[in-house]
């Protein structure tokens, strides 16, 4: 089946530093991702869909100089957030498209906990 | 609007019970559905997807689920729920390739032995 991955699982950082969270496409290749935020006891909300070799698309209310999404190439998204403050703890999670005939389906990496302090 | 909705934020079930959880949609375009389950501090693993086709799709661990375009619903179900379905289960919506899920809020299920 088709796997994500994401690294690392956890991160826990000061206030004021930057955190760079990978999202890798294992045994496929995926033209688009997409960058999740879950808050606790809440449910997925869209960041920004990354597209390779493009800008990223951010979603209303998402600051694109904070949240910086690299998609370098057809398995590897980058999502950077910088000067961490402690409201952005959260649980990013990434998906990747994986094209089937003229559906998609998206599969979602395991998740990246971030705690700021 | 291009929206989920999941009517039940918690579901508590015996061990052993038939499960139903609800999930109605709004969206613009052709539906592709969607279910996927998450354990706590955990990623989304999907469960089962509607694309077109039959309206009864079969999914992983014993779970399948209805679409009903008249009613604008793609509800999940279960014959007999284990302990180990105890998760929080997401109704999705999308579209076209390289569109964002739409996702509902949720719903939280308990097992009781």
């Known amino acids: 089946g088709a796997v994500v991955s994401q690294h690392p699982s956890r991160v826990i950082c000061k206030s004021g530093t930057s955190v760079k969270i990978e999202c890798r496409s294992l045994d496929f290749q995926a033209t688009t991702m997409f960058w999740y935020r879950q808050f606790p006891k809440q449910s997925l909300m869209l960041m920004a869909t990354s597209n390779e070799g493009s800008k990223a698309t951010y979603e209303q209310g998402v600051e694109k100089d904070k949240f910086l999404i690299n998609h370098a190439s057809l398995t590897l998204s980058t999502l950077t957030v910088t000067s961490a403050h402690p409201e952005d703890s959260s649980f990013y999670i990434c998906s990747a498209d994986l094209l089937a005939g003229v559906a998609e389906t998206q599969y979602f990496g395991p998740g990246t906990r971030l705690l700021v302090l | ?113």
Request: glycine letters at 10%; charged letters at 15%; aromatic letters at 14%.
């Open chain 2, 1 to 113: 609007a291009q929206s989920v909705t999941q009517p039940d934020i918690h579901i508590t079930v015996s061990e052993g019970a038939s499960l139903e959880l609800r999930c109605n949609y709004s969206y613009g375009a052709t539906p592709y559905l969607f279910w996927y389950v998450q354990s706590p501090g955990q990623g989304l693993q999907l469960l089962l997807k509607y694309f077109s086709g039959d309206t009864l799709v079969q999914g992983i661990k014993g779970f399948e689920a209805e679409f009903k375009r008249s009613q604008s619903s793609f509800n999940l179900r279960k014959p007999s729920v284990h302990w180990s379905d105890a998760a929080e289960y997401f109704c999705a919506v999308g579209g076209q390739a390289g569109t964002a899920l739409i996702f509902g809020k949720g719903t939280t299920l308990s097992v009781s032995s």
